[in-house]
């Protein structure tokens, strides 16, 4: 019974969504059978492999490049207070900037091409994870650091396996917060002189009123964004199931 309870609201609206399509007058309510079948024609197909994938690559290269700068950079400003100080000031100037806003100036520099979506991706990401990767360096024992040194560890290698080890549970919610990030920025980056992904597919059908088509492109973003949380939600507690020890 406990595993049918979570569907029954999702169930409900969909029910209500199908009923109220059909009953009210509006256009601006299709019903669910109606976006189905546009859903069928549309994505099971042709825009899966035009907008679709093209999306998701743009979306795991910037999320990648984000997620590696700010684990770089986090690991540099945590164990060094000379980086931290002379990056500090800069870095919360272009942390407070919403990745939107960025946008023209990326316009400027790559054009409307793909390095132009994956860089507002991968500054969307950045700043979640390196914040995270700070606070987790600073989180580790001072006494596991001594301990280490005690033993003649160089510094890469307390950071490599006494400060990084200490830090990933943080790092990996960085990562977690950033993926809905990068999925709103792969959208938006879209909506702007595209050529092709979820955001030029949404737009095209707004400007020929395809307001079916309209919903499907939410549908997809919807299923994406729980399909990605999830595998990440499971990774993330088949691999760091240790650090509930530490």
Not at 49 to 56: H, M, N
Not at 118 to 132: D, E, H, Q, R, T
Request: hydrophobic residues 50%; charged residues 10%.
């Amino acid at each position: 019974m406990h595993r049918v309870v979570p569907w029954a609201l999702p169930v409900l609206i969909l029910v209500l969504w199908e009923v109220g399509g059909r009953v009210s007058s509006s256009i601006y309510l299709p019903p669910l059978s109606k976006v189905m079948t546009v859903f069928a024609q549309d994505w099971l197909f042709d825009h899966t492999v035009s907008d679709l994938l093209p999306s998701l690559q743009r979306f795991a290269i910037g999320y990648l490049v984000g997620a590696l700068l700010g684990i770089v950079i986090g690991l540099s400003i945590g164990t060094s207070r000379r980086v931290a100080e002379y990056t500090g000031p800069t870095l919360e100037f272009m942390r407070s900037l919403p990745a939107v806003a960025v946008m023209p100036v990326a316009v400027l520099l790559f054009g409307l091409g793909d390095g132009m979506r994956i860089s507002i991706i991968a500054f969307g990401v950045l700043f979640p994870v390196l914040v995270n990767t700070v606070s987790g360096v600073r989180s580790c024992s001072q006494e596991r650091i001594d301990v280490a040194r005690s033993y003649g560890l160089s510094r890469p290698a307390i950071i490599r396996r006494v400060i990084l080890p200490s830090a990933v549970p943080m790092i990996s919610a960085g990562l977690r917060i950033g993926l809905p990030i990068a999925l709103i920025m792969m959208v938006v980056s879209e909506l702007i002189g595209g050529q092709n992904g979820i955001g030029f597919y949404l737009t095209q059908a707004q400007s020929v009123f395809n307001i079916a088509g309209m919903f499907t492109a939410l549908i997809i973003l919807g299923v994406v964004g729980n399909v990605i949380n999830t595998v990440y939600t499971r990774i993330e507690a088949r691999q760091l199931h240790w650090a509930k020890n530490l």
